[in-house]
Nanobody, 115 residues
Framework: QVRLVESGGGLVQPGGSLRLSCAGSGGIVRIGNMGWYRQAPGKQRELLATITRGGSTNYADSVKGRFTISRDNAKDTVYLQMNSLKPEDTAVYSC?????????WGQGTQVTVSS
């Protein structure tokens, strides 16, 4: 059974950095597009960044220039480097991955930006 597991969340001060990881497991043959999302309390889920298997990326305006998505296809893992974090970045961050025709989701990791 395919699983995606995020890690790397936590509490960070404004202006700080975090690196999130999302590792896939469970007999994965080939992962296509991968992405990072976040959802803050009382808000809709927001798409932050996507990356194709070949490494092409897209970003939401809210994170462009501060966040960087990358992936390691050999490890079935996608990363999100987050710099210059702001209190409004506080949310549960989740990854997804498209495998053949199915999109899988991780369980999410909490990121809290506060002094």
């Amino acid at each position: 059974q395919v699983r995606l597991v995020e890690s790397g969340g936590g509490l960070v001060q404004p202006g700080g950095s975090l690196r999130l990881s999302c590792a896939g497991s469970g007999g994965i043959v080939r992962i296509g597009n991968m992405g990072w999302y976040r959802q803050a309390p009382g808000k809709q889920r927001e798409l932050l960044a996507t990356i194709t298997r070949g490494g092409s990326t897209n970003y939401a305006d809210s994170v462009k220039g501060r966040f960087t998505i990358s992936r390691d296809n050999a490890k079935d893992t996608v990363y999100l480097q987050m710099n210059s974090l702001k209190p409004e970045d506080t949310a549960v961050y989740s990854c997804n991955a498209k495998i053949v025709t199915t999109t899988y989701w991780g369980q999410g990791t909490q990121v809290t930006v506060s002094s």
